[in-house]
């Protein structure tokens, strides 16, 4: 009985460290996986960051699109449009 008291002895302590060494890679693939994680998220963070200065930089220009003046003059100049009644000139 001792012998066999034994061997069931062993076969618990081997599964349990196999099952903690199983846990123990677990955890570190986990906290690597983690850190790739807030890296990315760190750098998604600092490309937000540029892209709203990049966005506040031409918030003048954007206003400046919605005028009605910007409106004529593309129309004018790329669309070729112009007021009824109207006689384009051309100076070469």
Do not use: G, H, W
Not at 24 to 46: G, Y
Not at 57 to 80: K, S
């Amino acid at each position: 009985m001792k012998a066999t008291n034994k061997t069931v002895m062993t076969i618990i302590v081997s599964a349990l460290s196999v099952f903690f060494v199983l846990l123990i890679v677990a955890l570190i693939v986990n906290v690597v996986r983690l850190s790739a994680a807030n890296k990315r998220l760190a750098a998604l963070k600092a490309q937000e960051a540029q892209l709203d200065a990049i966005i506040s930089e031409n918030d003048d220009y954007i206003d400046y699109c919605q005028t009605p003046e910007f409106i004529e003059d593309y129309a004018r100049d790329y669309l070729d449009m112009i007021y009824r009644n109207e006689i384009p000139v051309e100076v070469k």
